[in-house]
């Protein structure tokens, strides 16, 4: 779950509704982990909006219960790719703010800039579009994940010795 930058509870949740393969309630899962009910809502949240989880409804239930994605190669490219598009928010937000100052630094200099500040200058410029096309290119693989044109090229099959020989 590390790797996914999720914490080990989400791991812990997505394993436990897992194998006890029906929808738990969230007194359930808090017995089952030792951890308050309270802990257990934010962790579902954070599963809801990584797309590994879902709220059911129960026949003759108030109460609340919850799934998992069963399919583990859904799983991990909710995971991929919810996780990257945190970070491309992110990075390229940061980016246009960057991207602001460079030209409120560029309007100051004006024509009183040394050469050693322009090249600077140039040398940043060029790398905010080194990391401009880093991002769009994440977004990019985002979307061809999202699409499932990833099957295209890694199409899913059943292990076997032979199927990975003939891979190489």
Avoid: C
Wanted: proline content about 1%; glycine content about 4%.
């Amino acid at each position: 779950m590390e790797t996914f930058g999720v914490s080990s509870t989400v791991g812990r949740l997505l394993g436990i509704i897992y194998m006890n393969r029906q929808a738990m309630t969230l007194d359930e899962l808090a017995a089952k982990t030792g951890m308050s009910k309270t802990r257990m809502s934010q962790v579902m949240r954070q599963m809801i909006s990584l797309n590994i989880a879902e709220k059911e409804f129960v026949k003759g239930s108030r109460k609340e219960y919850y799934n998992v994605e069963s399919d583990y190669v859904q799983t991990f490219i909710s995971l991929f790719t919810t996780s990257w598009k945190e970070v491309i928010t992110r990075n390229m937000a940061l980016e246009r703010r960057l991207r602001d100052k460079l030209s409120a630094i560029e309007e100051d200099m004006e024509q009183h800039a040394s050469a050693e500040i322009l090249k600077k200058h140039q040398m940043m410029e060029k790398e905010l579009d080194d990391w401009t096309n880093y991002y769009n290119w994440i977004d990019r693989l985002v979307d061809f994940f999202e699409a499932g044109e990833i099957f295209q090229y890694v199409p899913i099959h059943p292990y076997s010795k032979e199927a990975k020989k003939d891979d190489i």
